[in-house]
């Protein structure tokens, strides 16, 4: 990369999808880009706007000027751009079945935030089925180091929401969807993932995260 300028990250310090991208970069060893904070909620800035008129949300990656949006398609595109510590299998049959396992981990994180956001038999319902679809996630892991086998790949990358945004929603909506026990491959991928650096390094501090899900829950749920 001949400079920083050619690199631009928006991003917001709590943002699970935004954490991605940054994993995705520090995995393959690139440092050297800008990082813009977003205020998403308040204050949404011109450049966001402009390279994000249709959603208008974080994270966009700006390379060479051109931006592109949604952290999967992001991260995807990190992968195919920089060869280096591949994120994605070879195999065809592979990449569609690790593709296809993002979009089913997607719709669990859509529910487990709406989780946190909902009361009474609405959020009952929505806990029962997030705990059940758990059992895709322990059957998919179980015998491996990481979902990419020893190495952290594409849909552990997908999936890292589980390991520290989860909890957090738990605490902010008294609720109870992962049991290490019930899960115990998943509960070892959970501190396998946290304890490497790349990883870890790109976290929020837990108190200010659960802060700041605690006020937009207040929010959201007063409106």
């Known amino acids: ?124 319902k929505l806990v029962k089925s997030i705990i059940e679809e758990f059992e895709k996630i322990e059957e998919e892991i179980k015998g491996r180091k990481f979902f990419g086998g020893e190495s952290i790949g594409f849909l552990d990358i997908a999936l890292g929401w589980i390991s520290f945004w989860l909890p957090v929603w738990e605490e902010v909506g008294s609720m109870k969807i992962f049991d290490p026990v019930k899960y115990p491959g998943t509960a070892l991928w959970v501190e396998n993932f946290l304890r490497q650096p790349v990883i870890n390094e790109k976290l929020p501090p837990k108190d200010k995260a659960v802060k700041y899900f605690q006020e937009r829950r207040a929010i959201l749920t007063s409106t």
Do not use: C
């Open 1 to 124: 990369m001949e400079n920083s300028e050619e690199l631009k990250l928006l991003g917001l310090w709590v943002s699970p999808t935004g954490a991605r991208v940054e994993w995705a970069l520090g995995l393959k060893g690139i440092k050297d880009y800008v990082y813009v904070e977003e205020d998403v909620m308040n204050n949404k800035s011109p450049l966001l706007l402009r390279l994000n008129p249709v959603h208008k949300k974080v994270p966009v990656l700006v390379h060479n000027g051109k931006p592109i949006t949604e952290s999967i398609v992001i991260v995807e595109y990190i992968d195919e751009t920089w060869k280096n510590y591949p994120l994605l299998p070879q195999d065809p049959y592979e990449k569609a079945r690790i593709r296809s396992f993002v979009a089913f981990g997607d719709k669990l994180f859509v529910d487990s935030y709406t989780a946190m956001l909902s009361q009474g038999k609405e959020k009952e």
